[in-house]
């Protein structure tokens, strides 16, 4: 029981992260205005701080992968092998699709 809830957090929690980061990034990012003569702004390092996010969501769940592959107890492989592609492909399709995302503001 717990182990299904684990996995659908950690199923659910980076393709989440990524939806909340393309919304920041089509809104909320164009707010942020850079100081003079400073390279980023306030809205680069909210973009960084959920993409470290994203990166930490999708490194739990390769780990949470390899548990319930290798622990007989827990052993389920239909669970391990979507975890691993979820964490995979979220932050490759996260780093192609974010720089096309348009400014709706």
Same mark, same amino acid.
């Given at each position: %029981? $717990?182990?299904? =809830? $684990? &996995?659908?957090?950690?199923?659910?929690? *980076?393709?989440?992260? %990524?939806?909340?980061?393309? /919304? !920041? =990034?089509?809104?909320? &990012?164009?707010?942020?205005?850079?100081?003079? #003569? @400073? *390279?980023?702004?306030?809205?680069?390092?909210? @973009? $960084? /701080?959920?993409?470290?996010?994203?990166?930490?969501?999708? !490194?739990?769940?390769?780990?949470?992968? #390899?548990?319930?592959?290798?622990?007989?107890?827990?052993?389920?492989?239909?669970?391990?092998?979507?975890?691993?592609?979820?964490?995979?492909?979220?932050?490759?399709?996260?780093? !192609? $699709?974010?720089?096309?995302? *348009?400014?709706?503001?």
């Amino acid at each position: %029981m $717990i182990t299904r =809830r $684990i &996995y659908q957090f950690l199923a659910v929690a *980076p393709l989440v992260i %990524m939806v909340i980061a393309f /919304i !920041f =990034r089509a809104t909320l &990012y164009w707010t942020f205005s850079v100081a003079d #003569g @400073e *390279p980023k702004g306030g809205g680069d390092i909210i @973009e $960084i /701080i959920l993409f470290l996010l994203l990166l930490g969501t999708c !490194f739990l769940s390769i780990l949470y992968a #390899g548990l319930i592959a290798v622990i007989p107890k827990l052993r389920n492989g239909s669970y391990s092998l979507n975890l691993l592609i979820i964490s995979v492909f979220v932050p490759l399709l996260f780093w !192609f $699709i974010h720089p096309l995302i *348009p400014r709706l503001v």
